[in-house]
């Protein structure tokens, strides 16, 4: 089996660094995107919560 020349060597390297980086960064920012999609979710939650609470005190105070 012939060695490979070393020009081909470090093309190999630098194709493989950029795949992997490539790869890497990409779940990076998918997971990210996901986190704060979720987080996002909850803070609404939350908001629509304290909406609705303060909704039906003003109807309590209303009413009384």
């Known amino acids: 089996m012939a ?3 070393w ?3 470090l093309t190999d390297v630098a194709h493989r660094l950029t795949v992997v980086g490539l790869v ?3 779940g990076y920012m998918t997971l ?3 986190w704060m999609i979720y987080q996002n979710g909850k803070e609404n939650e939350r908001r629509l919560l304290r909406q609705k ?3 039906q005190e ?3 105070a209303q009413v009384q």
């Open 7 to 9: 020009y081909t060597r």
């Open 53 to 55: 609470e303060l909704e």
């Open 58 to 60: 003003q109807a309590q």
């Open 3 to 5: 060695a490979y020349p």
């Open 32 to 34: 990210n995107v996901g």
């Open 24 to 26: 890497g960064f990409t």
